[in-house]
């Protein structure tokens, strides 16, 4: 019986390895295409920040499917899309937000979640030593 539920475990993670790679070429297909017309198009009907927002609108569908396919969603590309989506909508607006800042600081708070608070982070000595004295109490 377990060797069974290991096969399953198996093909439904090579199923879902396979979907990811394919959704990631559509993804990056749906790019090269909107970037393609965009470029093409005479400047005078692309709306401000189209660019931004369509590439923020790939990240967070291809990001939707992921999720409703059960399939890992990288945190990186979600901010990502959410960032693109924003950007885009600002520039549209005519709003003058500053976007490099923004992204910077939002990367450097990622860095800290990531070292700091992630459960996925292996424990150091300092996590050792405070469940030491935690258990002395």
Sequence with gaps: MTEQNNQNT????AQKQAMD???ESIGWALFFVMSGILWIMPEELVPE????????????GFSGIR????????EFWLVM???FLSFGL??????????L???????????????FLSKTRKRDGFDKCWEVFGKQK
Excluded: M, Q
Excluded at 10 to 13: I, L, T, V
């Design 10 to 13: 198996n093909n439904s993670r």
């Design 21 to 23: 790679k394919r959704l």
């Design 49 to 60: 920040g189209a660019w931004l927002f369509g590439t923020g609108l790939i990240i967070l």
């Design 67 to 74: 999720y409703l396919y059960r399939i890992k969603i990288e």
């Design 81 to 83: 899309g959410i960032l």
């Design 90 to 99: 600002s520039e549209y607006f005519i709003l003058d937000l500053p976007i």
């Design 101 to 115: 800042p923004i992204l910077l600081v939002l990367i450097g708070i990622s860095i800290v979640y990531k070292a």
